[in-house]
Each structure stands twice: as C-alpha cells, then as structure tokens.
C-alpha cells in the first residue's frame, strides 16, 4: 500500500509570501498517520479551501499542502473495529484540507472519529454537493427548529444567497415550507435563486445600514448571515422578537458593531455555527436529516468538475463569483 502514487493539488510556497499550486504526484507514505485510509471519488469546493490554495497562514500553516475540507470515498484500510474496508463514508470538518492533506487528492488518511458512514438516502456525489456547506446550512436549519421557529412565523432571510452555503440554506428552508428571502449582489442570478425555493430577492443593500440607529424595522424571524460586517449589524437590528440568526460567515468584514438593544430588548438570539468541530452526535443527526426529511432537488444546484479545473475555479471563488456548488470529482 505504501508504494501507491496518486494525484494531489499541491500548493507550495516558493519564497516568502508567494505561492503555487499545481496538480503533482504524491505516495501514501507522505499521508498523516491515521486509523482510516480512504480513497476519496468526490470532494467540493469551499471557501476555506481557496483561502489554503493561495497560502492564508490563517487556514493552513504549513507547506506544501494538499486543501479539500470534504472528502467523500471508500475505505481502503482500516484500523478501527468500527469501520472496514469498502465501507462507503464521508469526512467533512476537523482538520482535513486545513493542516492535514484534505480531499483535493486522491487518497486521505484520518482518525476514525472523524469519519461518517454514508447516510443511507442519499449517494456518494450527492453527499459531496451537500459537503460542508451543506452540513454548516443544516446546522443553521438546526437552530432556527430549536428555537421553535415555525414557517408561519415569518419571513427568514439568507444573505449572501447565492454561495454555497447560502444556496443550500435556500434550498432546505423553502424544503421545509418557509417563506425565504434571498438577499444577493447578483441579482442577474434571481432565477437560479428562484428555482432553488426563495420567494422573494432582494439586492444586498437593502440590508446595508450604516445607521447609527440601534434598532430597526422588524422584518425577520430568522436568518442565515454569510456576510458579517455591517450586513450583520443590520440583520440584527432588523429581527422581529425572538428571532435568531446565525452567523456563518465574513466575506465583508470579520467586525459586528452594534448595541445590546436587539437582544434585551427583542429578545433576538445570536448563534455562531462552526461546523468543523461539531461533535459526533449532533454531526450523525444533521446528515441523516439531510439524507431524509431535509433532502432537496439537487437540479441546477452545481457542476462537476475534474482536478485539473480546480485551480481556475479557487480564482472563480476569490472573486465571488461562484454561483451554487462545485462538485470536484477526483478520477477523471
């Protein structure tokens, strides 16, 4: 097994703060130990993963490196009592693609507490378009049927709508029969946003307020904020009593300026969704409801490509233009 070459993006750096990337070979022996040896068929595209690509010492400390925060396959070695050979599983989360050689290779090899089994209902391919992005969408799903929330209560926004994570959060919200608004700066996307479930697109300024004022018109009873800055603040301001937001993301600004008064005095809720180290019960409860009562149409909602077209799709995300999902499919 030790002698088995495959195919990996690699990102080096070649002096100080300059990095390169680029599909090379590397050898199992070159893999972290671990229980579990799988050989990964698809993996997907995140965020995270371009932020390792272009050498964020944030993400990633040190290189050369292999991203891939997903990772879907077969088992091919195993030294767990709980898992066995040609078992199929997925590995979302944890270190993976982040310090340890992630899903964008061909081969991984990770402790046994970081692997899932399959969910039944749903396939290998459709686990990945799910992947972190869609896990860290059913967390959001999670909080809002914790708190209660129930479609009837009102309208719940997802910002940055047309993302990963927003897509998906789009797509299950509108599953489960509520009213979604999608708030993008594509609007030229509307119909794609449409067709996954929103009922109602809004530009992102119309939750864009500079205001200093410490509350604002009630619009929401929950959201899905990808954005962070002052999208937040303005999201915050703007729920209706015993609302709940969830804040996933900062591809504005990592900074939230804003008062108590939303919280004390609406009684709003504020709950920060990690989805990498999510213990191992709740992370088996949010699969099998995305394989079963969660489960949407995965139509329009992604495209596959090979590793070879990986490295022009990281520059597709860097620039904010990626619309849905990329499904990474590592053997062709």
């Known amino acids: 097994m030790e002698e088995i070459k495959f195919k990996s993006l690699i990102v080096e750096e070649i002096e100080d703060g300059k990095f390169r990337r680029y599909i090379g070979e590397k050898s199992i022996s070159e893999l972290p ?4 040896l799988i050989k990964v068929l698809y993996s997907s595209l995140n965020y995270k993963d371009a932020l390792s690509a ?25 030294n767990s009592e709980n898992f066995k050979e040609d078992d199929v599983v997925i590995v979302t989360g944890y270190d993976l693609g982040m310090n340890t050689s992630g899903g964008f290779g061909q081969f991984i090899r990770v402790p046994a507490d970081w692997v ?3 969910p039944k209902g749903i396939n290998l391919k459709e686990a990945m378009i799910y992947g972190t992005a869609g896990f860290t969408a059913g967390l959001c799903v ?3 049927l914790e708190k209660g929330i129930k479609p ?18 789009v797509s299950i919200l509108a599953k489960l029969g509520y009213h979604v ?10 119909e794609f946003l449409k067709k996954l479930g929103a009922k109602e697109i809004i530009d992102r300024t119309e939750v864009y307020d500079v205001s200093p004022k410490p509350l604002l018109p009630r619009k929401w009873i929950a959201a899905v904020d990808n954005v962070g800055g002052v999208t937040l603040s303005t999201v915050i301001r703007s729920m209706d009593y015993d609302g709940v937001v969830a804040s996933v ?8 300026n804003i008062t108590v008064y939303p919280f004390i005095l609406r009684g709003v809720s504020l709950v920060g969704i990690d989805s990498a180290q999510t213990k191992m019960p709740k992370r088996l409860k949010i699969w099998e409801h995305l394989a079963t009562d969660w489960k949407i149409s995965f139509e329009g909602l992604w495209r596959e490509i090979s590793l070879n077209n990986l ?13 849905g999902k990329v499904l990474v499919n590592l053997w062709i």
């Open 54 to 78: 272009i050498g964020h010492k944030g993400i990633t400390r040190k290189y050369p490196h292999t991203p891939g925060i997903d990772a879907g396959g077969v088992i091919v070695g195993s």
């Open 249 to 256: 993301g900062l591809v504005e600004s990592e900074k939230l």
């Open 33 to 36: 130990n671990g229980d579990i």
């Open 142 to 144: 999670n909080a809002f």
């Open 116 to 118: 899932v089994p399959l």
């Open 181 to 190: 608004v999608a708030s993008t700066g594509k609007l030229e996307k509307s």
């Open 152 to 169: 009837e209560d009102g309208k719940i926004l997802v910002t940055g709508a047309t993302g990963g994570v927003g897509s998906l959060a």
């Open 311 to 323: 490295s022009e799709e990281i520059d597709r995300i860097l620039k904010g233009e990626q619309v």
